[in-house]
């Protein structure tokens, strides 16, 4: 079992659609979890942080976490084609490094 | 941008070569991770310094190794490269706080590795 899994995708969604994008974890003592977009050829750009259970919002972005179930989500309503990049989760334990998933490429089409 | 630079942006180099890849963290930060990054993959931690120090290793052969210096930038050094090593190179900074550190990294824009 991976550490930390994403479904590849491709994830395509509609432009104005709510894309749902999930993610899962295997080592509960996990304390911090992190959304990253990644636009083809560039390098990670941090999106979200999320600490609590529950959901947090910032924008156009929800980052939902359900540490019972291991699970962390990502909800970007109104998606825009500008959206169209690979979404990085990245969960954190107590040793200071950052575990990612292999990525969920979104394309969202005009 | 988030302030963390990287050096070179790209390179070629040949199986058995020895390489040197640079990284000055965001202002303020006083941490710095490395990381690399396979064609589809998510990255892989490879280590983590602190106050000049190593603190914390991934699964990386001890030929890649690595250095920070008194102003928090940093080096990773790869030696013998091999074919797998092909990769981008991903440096984050962040900043220790108290007894644990804060978690929040922000990367460079990485260093494109082809060995040839």
């Known amino acids: 079992q991976k550490e930390v899994e994403q479904n590849s995708g491709p994830l395509s969604v509609p432009e104005g659609a709510i894309a749902s994008l999930n993610c899962t974890y295997s080592d509960r003592g996990s304390q911090s979890f992190f959304w990253y977009r990644q636009y083809s050829g560039k390098s990670p750009e941090l999106i979200m942080f999320i600490y609590s259970n529950g959901d947090k919002e910032d924008g156009r972005f929800t980052a939902q976490l359900n540490k019972a179930s291991q699970y962390v989500s990502l909800l970007i309503r109104d998606s825009q084609p500008s959206d169209s990049a690979t979404y990085l989760c990245a969960v954190m334990g107590n040793t200071d490094k950052l575990i990612f998933g292999t990525g969920t490429r979104l394309q969202v089409f005009p | 941008e988030t302030g963390v630079t990287q050096s070179p942006t790209h390179l070629i180099k040949t199986r058995g070569q020895q390489v040197t890849l640079r990284c000055s963290s965001q202002s303020g930060h006083n941490t710095v991770s490395w990381y690399q990054q396979a064609l589809g993959q998510g990255p892989q931690f490879i280590f983590q310094?602190?106050?000049?120090?190593?603190?914390g290793r991934g699964n990386f052969p001890p030929r890649f190794s690595g250095l920070q210096f008194p102003n928090y930038s940093s080096e990773l050094n790869v030696n013998a490269l091999e074919l797998d090593d092909s990769a981008l190179y991903l440096c984050?900074?962040?900043?220790?706080?108290?007894?644990?550190?804060?978690?929040?990294?922000?990367f460079g824009p990485g260093t494109r590795l082809t060995v040839l």
């Open positions: 984050a900074s962040s900043v220790a706080g108290g007894r644990t550190f804060t978690d929040t990294q922000y």
């Open positions: 310094y602190y106050r000049e120090e190593e603190n």
